[in-house]
Structures are given as structure tokens and as C-alpha cells.
């Protein structure tokens, strides 16, 4: 992505926060409604004892998140604790009527939710809590009082009450995902009636939605952000909706305006910070990255980042110092790209025993991941370990693995082990014959490769003791056949086409002076002031 992307997320950011206030509790709430329970919980808590809590609504929410993590006895002493913070907020009576029908008791749960009740007589939504109540404790036992307190509930508003279509909506969400869309718009649009934004139908609308047309449903959270722009509730899952669809460049720009919700939290930078690395924002990421470590310096996530931003700057000694930092811990769980991010910053920094080892280690932790051996080959290669490096590439492609270009990096490192070396031995022939077997694997799969001809052509002068053969005269020519297709490439590879124009020149010299004199003054007319083949075509 253009580098201008880090402006537009920083604008957008610093926009934010002029605008932005903490929306404390109800963000809970909103987490809550919407099932992100995880975030709800830690929200509401967090908050609990702020000034501006209405803690009886608090308890409420909390209450219910302790029921549904099976924390029965929490869930009571919320619900208590609620009623006692405000005995004319009903919805903390009908947690204990949820309650009392959780433990058997029906008599008891009808007389909590009367009190409930009798709160404020004319709320439907109170009666549709109610509904849900008896849904959360069993849906089928008591399907018959869900539905007598649904209708109850229609009825007591003329079909506008959106909490009923929600609950309408959840209980179908799992079997029929199009018709709990349905309620769910119904309660969009009962509340849009009246002035209201349902934040809670939004999102479980889009949640339900995503999985059957991901556009459709992250249109309707752009609307809901449009509305609501101050919402963490709506901007966090507009994020995560982009993120999920692979929108990676919108996903950054919504969590860049998230971050500046103060509801937001540590793994939501942490993604924001891999977002920004893969829009090429190194700094920024850099950034937020170090700023999550400050509160967790154990974030193994985080040292993955850094070392990726690191390696992009190409500086190699601070990619090198985050993955000390993650190798040194002992519970980090390593991922395979750990290994290669630390042994390539060890390796750009010349110290190839380090970054061998570090390889060697990936592979003993990932045995399955077979593609980790072409890159250990490189390493020994770069190591100027050419024995070690075929010995490995060979273990990975002998076992059936690779792929055209793995073939044909096995055929150059024989190449380079050959000519490396001394001319005559029975061992330098014997790794051009090996090369060759190799390239002669990849042109059989990609006959077409001109850099495949010109290392068969570099591979038969090692095996012949440098001097040209009828073969390497023909895979010269196959290269310059292949290059000739192409008129650019005269510029582009000119120094392939002058070793080949010599090569063959000083074959054919034995052969047909005349075309020995025409691939020479081929060559000249690429370097024009080498006076010794100036001197062999005059000759000639």
C-alpha cells in the first residue's frame, strides 16, 4: 500500500478524539447485547465504580454474564446487589425470578417477575425480559410462557417493542439465520421509527448476515457507524467485520479510529498493529507495538510484529534483539515463522552458525512442515556450506517435495559447489552430474525457461573441465532462442547473451569458423573495446 495510508489513519485518529468521550457502562451493555460477553464483562467492571454508573443496570448485566458462565452463586448476588441499588429498576427482579426458576422454583420466579413488574407496568420490554428469562433457563420447558409473554409484550406496544424481535431473533439464529435477520431488521426499523438506533439488532443482524452475503452485512455496519460514530460497540465490530472479509486496508482505518475509543482493548492493538505493518506503516506499527509490551512484556505476538517491522527497515540488529527476547522466554509458544524471521535477522548480520542453529530448531519443532528444509539449505548455502546445503535440499526434494524453482535452485547449487571446486578432480564432475540431473528434472517441467539453459550450459563446462561440448553449444543456443522472443531482453540480459555469444564462439572454432566468426562479432557488438576477440575475428 501508497505510504500516504499512515496520514489518512493518523488524520482519522486525531479527528477522533476531539469527538470521542468514554461511554463507560454502556459500552458494556452494548458488548453484552451484542454477545461479545468477554469484553462486556471486562467493561463493566472496569467501570463499575465509576461516578456515572447507574449500578443497579450494572449488576444487571453482570448478573447475567455470571449466569451464563454457570456462576450461579455471582449471578445471585449481582441480581441482590441490583435490586438493592435501585428497587424501581425491574430488570434486576426478573434475574431473580430467572434465578428461582434456574433452582425449581416457579412460585417464586412468578413473584419476582411480578415485582418486576409493578416497577413500571406499562414497559414491554420489561415483559419481554421476562420472555427471556424463562427462554434462558429452558426454552423448551417453558416454551409455552415465552410466547405468552411475547405476545403480551407485541400487544402492550402495537408491534413496536424491538427487544421482542431480538429475543425472536435469537431463538432462530442457530436453525434459520435468514429469518433471525429478519427480526432483527423488524427491530432496526421499530426503533428507527422512533428516533432510537438499535446498536444491539445491528450487530446481530450483520453477525447473522456475514455468513451468507459478508457485503450485505458490513454495509449494514457502515450505516450503524454513520449513526452511531462514538459507538466502541459499532466501530469495533465494523473493524472486525472488514479484518474477516480480508479488507485489510479498511480494517486498518477502522481500528486506527477504535483505538482512540477509550473502551478499546490490548488484543484489538494488537491487531491494529499487524495491520499496519501489512499496510507498510513500519513506524507506526513499530509503535503500538512497544506500547502493548510496556503493559505486557511478554506479548509474544507483539516481538513477531516488531520483528517483521524491523526486517522491513532493515535493521537487522533490532529484529535480531526482539527475537532474543521472545526465544529467551520460556512459554512463549513459538510459531514457525519465529525461526525464520530471528535466523534470517541473525543471518543478515553474518552470523550463520546462529542462524543455522536457529533453523535447525524450527525444523525439530515443525516436523511437518516440510518447507522449512529449503530455506535451512539456503542458509547453509549463504554460509558458504555447500556440502550441507545440498545434503538438506536434497533430503526435501527426494522425499517428493518441492516445486520447479526448488529444482532449479538444487541445480545452481550444485552449480556453485562445482566451480568452487578444483578443476580436474573426480568431485567437481561429479556435482556438475548431479546438477545436471537436477536441471534436467526442472526443464522437463518448464522447457521454456531460458535461465534453465543457461545454467545446464554452466553446469556441462564444470563437468567438462571448462571446455566447451556439443551439449553446452546447445543449451547456449536453446537460451538465446528462448531470449530472442523478446527484443528487451538484448538490454535486460545482455550478460547472458555475451557469455553465450563467447562460449559459442570458442566452440564452433573447431567446428565452422564461419559461425565462430558470427557469434564473436555477436559479442562485440556488446563490448566493442575487448581487443583480444577483436583480434580472434580478424584472425578468423
Not at 452475503?213 to 459507538?231: D, Y
Not at 466502541?232 to 483505538?259: H, P, T, V, W
Request: aromatic residues 10%; proline residues 3%.
Amino acid at each position: 500500500m501508497k505510504k500516504t495510508f499512515v496520514s489518512v489513519i493518523a488524520s482519522l485518529v486525531l479527528g477522533s478524539w476531539a469527538s470521542l468521550s468514554a461511554q463507560g457502562y454502556h459500552d458494556g451493555v452494548d458488548n453484552f447485547n451484542a454477545d461479545r460477553m468477554d469484553v462486556a464483562k471486562t467493561i463493566l467492571l472496569n467501570t463499575i465504580n465509576d461516578p456515572s454508573t447507574d449500578k443497579a443496570v450494572a449488576d444487571y448485566y453482570l448478573g447475567q454474564i455470571a449466569y451464563n458462565e454457570g456462576d450461579f452463586a455471582a449471578a445471585q448476588k449481582y441480581f441482590t446487589d441490583g435490586t438493592a441499588a435501585n428497587a424501581t429498576y425491574g430488570y434486576n427482579f426478573i434475574g431473580l425470578g430467572q434465578m428461582a426458576l434456574k433452582n425449581g422454583d416457579k412460585k417464586a420466579a412468578e413473584q419476582y417477575f411480578k415485582d418486576g413488574m409493578n416497577t413500571d407496568k406499562k414497559n414491554a420490554a420489561l415483559i419481554a425480559a421476562v420472555a427471556r428469562a424463562y427462554y434462558n433457563v429452558d426454552p423448551a420447558l417453558y416454551s409455552a410462557e415465552i410466547q405468552k409473554n411475547i405476545d403480551k409484550a407485541l400487544k402492550a406496544s402495537k408491534n413496536t417493542e424491538a427487544s421482542v424481535y431480538i429475543l425472536q431473533g435469537d431463538m432462530v439464529a442457530a436453525d434459520d439465520p435468514g429469518d433471525a435477520a429478519a427480526k432483527y431488521e423488524m427491530a432496526i426499523t421499530m426503533d428507527g421509527d422512533k428516533g432510537q438506533v438499535n446498536r444491539e439488532a445491528y450487530v446481530k443482524y450483520a453477525s447473522t448476515y456475514f455468513r451468507v452475503n459478508p457485503k450485505f452485512a458490513i454495509a449494514k455496519l457502515e450505516e450503524l457507524n454513520e449513526k452511531e460514530p462514538n459507538s466502541a460497540l459499532a466501530q469495533r465490530e465494523l473493524a472486525e467485520k472488514y479484518y474477516d472479509n480480508d479488507q485489510f486496508g479498511s480494517a486498518c482505518i477502522q481500528y486506527g479510529k477504535y483505538m482512540a475509543n477509550p473502551n478499546h482493548f490490548q488484543n484489538d492493538e494488537q491487531r491494529y498493529a499487524g495491520l499496519l505493518y501489512s499496510a507498510g506503516e513500519y513506524q507506526k506499527s513499530l509503535d503500538i507495538a512497544n506500547g502493548v509490551l510496556a503493559k505486557d512484556p511478554d506479548n509474544e505476538y507483539m516481538y513477531r510484529v516488531i520483528m517483521l517491522d524491523k526486517t522491513a527497515l532493515k535493521d537487522f540488529a533490532g529484529a535480531e534483539e526482539a527475537g532474543r527476547k521472545l526465544f529467551a522466554d520460556p512459554n512463549a509458544k513459538k510459531i514457525a515463522n519465529d525461526y525464520i524471521l530471528f535466523a534470517d535477522a541473525l543471518a543478515d548480520q553474518s552470523k550463520f552458525d546462529e542462524a543455522i542453529e536457529i533453523y535447525q530448531q524450527a525444523i525439530a519443532a515443525n516436523p511437518d512442515q516440510s518447507d522449512l528444509l529449503p530455506k535451512l539449505s539456503a542458509m547453509y548455502d549463504r554460509a558458504g556450506q555447500g556440502e550441507k546445503a545440498i545434503e538438506t535440499m536434497k533430503q526435501y526434494l527426494d522425499a517428493g517435495n518441492g516445486s520447479v524453482q526448488d529444482i532449479f535452485n538444487m541445480a545452481r547449487t550444485y552449480d556453485r559447489h562445482a566451480r568452487s571446486l578444483p578443476e580436474g578432480t573426480p568431485e567437481r564432475t561429479a556435482a556438475a552430474q548431479e546438477g545436471l540431473k537436477y536441471i534436467d528434472m526442472a526443464i522437463e517441467k518448464v522447457p521454456d525457461n531460458a535461465a534453465l539453459y543457461r545454467t545446464k550450459g554452466q553446469l556441462l563446462l564444470a563437468a567438462n573441465e571448462n571446455k566447451p561440448t556439443p551439449e553446452m553449444a546447445q543449451a547456449y543456443e536453446k537460451m538465446l532462442e528462448i531470449f530472442d522472443q523478446d527484443p528487451a531482453n538484448k538490454e535486460k540480459q545482455a550478460p547472458s547473451y555475451k557469455a553465450a555469444y563467447y562460449l559459442l564462439g570458442t566452440y564452433y572454432m573447431g567446428v565452422d569458423k564461419a559461425k565462430a566468426k558470427e557469434y564473436f562479432e555477436k559479442y562485440l557488438v556488446i563490448d566493442p573495446e575487448d581487443a583480444s576477440v577483436r583480434q580472434i575475428v580478424d584472425q578468423l
